[in-house]
């Protein structure tokens, strides 16, 4: 079945310091690439997406990247600050369907 | 900004009743989903409902489940007789269109004993 991997499940950086989140899909089909913010006792909340027509995207310091041939994609959070610390997840989806990665917690030390 | 309504916030119940949880989507999305999040694990999908029927749904979601707009506002899942896996978050989620970002509701903790 469709599946999606992500990685690192934890990552612990310095404030200022930027983060990487990679994460893997098997379904084929997947055109559409969300990620995900949850903070504590909330639902996820979309941060930033990106098509599969489209190999890259930016919104100020949060940038995703897409490898439709390997079947990667990435996020990338620049300056990273205190508030930014929560558990991050990446989701494939085509049609109806979204498939979630497991998520990474992510750690910004002050 | 709209958002979308889960209630009850936290649900308790014994082991073979029936739970309904309830969620209220943002007025002009079309697509409605469930999923569920069992603590600290992956956001896993159960069920996506566009046209007043089921579009696609999990392995998960089985004969116990069942999803209903019963009005023009409400999105119903029902667990027909409750087992102590089904213990979660179960969170709704509502889109525009099929391939857009869902705005996710804050859940309802469903814990069964």
């Known amino acids: 079945g469709e599946n999606v991997e992500q990685h690192p499940s934890t990552l612990s950086v310095q404030e200022g310091d930027s983060a990487v989140i990679k994460c893997t899909y098997s379904d084929s089909a997947s055109n559409y690439f969300p990620w995900y913010k949850q903070e504590l006792g909330k639902g996820p909340q979309l941060i930033i997406d990106?098509?599969?027509?489209?190999g890259e995207k930016k919104d100020q310091r949060i940038a995703v990247t897409l490898n439709k041939t390997a079947k990667h994609f990435s996020l990338h959070i620049t300056e990273t600050q205190p508030e930014d610390s929560a558990v991050y997840f990446c989701?494939?989806?085509?049609?109806?369907?979204?498939?979630f990665g497991a998520g990474t917690r992510l750690f910004v030390k002050a | 900004e709209p958002e979308v309504t889960q209630t009850p916030s936290h649900q308790v119940t014994q082991m073979g009743q029936e739970v309904i949880l309830r969620c209220v989507p943002i007025?002009?999305?079309?697509?409605f989903y469930w999923y569920r999040q069992i603590l600290g694990q992956k956001v896993e999908f159960l069920v996506s409902f566009y046209n007043n029927e089921i579009s696609e749904k999990s392995e998960i979601f089985d004969d116990q489940f069942s999803v209903e707009r019963p009005d023009g506002s409400n999105f119903t899942l029902k667990i027909r007789s409750t087992k102590l896996e089904d213990s979660a978050m179960y969170f709704c989620a509502s889109s525009e269109n099929q391939n857009r970002g869902y705005t996710f509701g804050s859940g309802t903790r469903l814990t069964v004993v």
């Open positions: 990106i098509r599969s027509n489209v």
């Open positions: 989701a494939a989806s085509r049609g109806f369907k979204t498939i």
């Open positions: 007025s002009n999305h079309l697509y």
